[in-house]
Nanobody, 124 residues
């Protein structure tokens, strides 16, 4: 069993930065791929970024490449999402998730564990 708790969301002006954290309980967390997703009002949940269990592979949505960086510290059972150059279209609730079906890191329907989400609002 894995429980995920996101933090670090907030209100930021366009061009600003935020760092989200996803802290996990459960000793098997370090063996799972972890993904970040976001959901804007009235829209479907969409893939943002994912990282393999040993940080050997990272994946990004085209819309965030070059601006967002995903990383993890397995000793702290935590995955991070550094978000720079934020735009109003980045606004939404950000969720972390873990333990996807192999090869399906981009698909929210294939993840087994989810956090409760943290709100990110980019507005002037």
């Amino acid at each position: 069993q894995v429980q995920l708790v996101e933090s670090g969301g907030g209100l930021v002006q366009p061009g600003g930065s935020l760092r989200l954290s996803c802290e996990a309980s459960g000793r098997t967390f370090s063996t799972y791929t972890v993904g970040w997703f976001r959901q804007a009002p009235g829209k479907e949940r969409e893939f943002v970024a994912a990282i393999s269990w040993n940080s050997g592979s990272t994946y990004y949505a085209d819309s965030v490449k070059g601006r967002f960086t995903i990383s993890r510290d397995n000793a702290k059972n935590t995955v991070y999402l550094q978000m720079n150059g934020l735009k109003p279209e980045d606004t939404g609730v950000y969720y972390c998730a873990s333990d996807p079906r192999p090869g399906s890191y981009w698909n929210p329907h294939e993840y087994y564990y989810w956090g409760q989400g943290t709100q990110v609002t980019v507005s002037s």
